[in-house]
T-cell receptor
Framework: GDSVTQMEGPVTLSEEAFLTINCTYT??????LFWYVQYPGEGLQLLLK?????DKGSNKGFEATYRKETTSFHLEKGSVQVSDSAVYFC????????????FGKGTKLTVNP | DADVTQTPRNRITKTGKRIMLECSQT?????MYWYRQDPGLGLRLIYY???????NKGEISDGYSVSRQAQAKFSLSLESAIPNQTALYFC?????????????FGPGTRLTVL
């Protein structure tokens, strides 16, 4: 079945550092891909998404490009802030009947001032 | 007001008790989902519903049941709670199909079974 693998954390960075969180997927066809963010004590919020190969999703300074050839959707940000501290989940939309989201295990990011 | 709400936000119960978690949405979506989050495991699908008359099992439905009372309401029940059902539970909604594949999540219910 479909699966998502993302880099294990936790990741600790200093403010203004460059962030990369790796995400690769296994799926039949070309599913839509998502990054969700979970701030402490809150639910999941959509951060960005891409629906086809070579699409770039972007939001709040974060970017990710749908790479079909490497089955990857890595999350990047050029300069992180303390407020970016959260857990980040990579996910794909199942193309079967449920249309469920298949999630990676999450990567916890801590940004220190 | 939040588009997807869940009640209660926190619940502590004892083994063997029946409990219900409720989800309401104002987004007008037909598709609703219940997920469970465990530390280090991401989220896993329990049940999903595409409309009031459509209920489907997800990958971890054993020990759970659901009710879709209306388009906007989707409840999850634990018939006889057990400690390994201690987790964070999320409800989500989606327009689905050609109208969008993004799922919108509620704030979660933290359930502890003693």
């Amino acid at each position: 079945g479909d699966s998502v693998t993302q880099m294990e954390g936790p990741v600790t960075l200093s403010e203004e550092a460059f962030l990369t969180i790796n995400c690769t997927y296994t799926a039949t066809g070309y599913p839509s891909l998502f990054w969700y963010v979970q701030y402490p004590g809150e639910g999941l919020q959509l951060l960005l998404k891409a629906t086809k190969a070579d699409d770039k999703g972007s939001n709040k300074g974060f970017e990710a490009t749908y790479r079909k050839e490497t089955t990857s959707f890595h999350l990047e940000k050029g300069s992180v802030q303390v407020s970016d501290s959260a857990v980040y989940f990579c996910a794909l939309r199942d193309q079967g009947g449920s249309e469920k989201l298949v999630f990676g295990k999450g990567t916890k990011l801590t940004v220190n001032p | 007001d939040a588009d997807v709400t869940q009640t209660p936000r926190n619940r502590i119960t004892k083994t063997g008790k029946r409990i219900m978690l409720e989800c309401s949405q104002t987004k007008g979506h037909d598709r609703m989902y219940w997920y469970r989050q465990d530390p280090g495991l991401g989220l896993r699908l329990i049940y999903y519903s595409f409309d009031v008359k459509d209920i489907n099992k997800g990958e971890i439905s054993d020990g759970y049941s659901v009710s879709r009372q209306a388009q906007a309401k989707f409840s999850l029940s634990l018939e006889s709670a057990i400690p390994n059902q201690t987790a964070l539970y999320f409800c989500a909604t989606s327009g689905g199909g050609a109208w969008g594949d993004t799922q919108y999540f509620g704030p979660g219910t933290r359930l502890t079974v003693l």
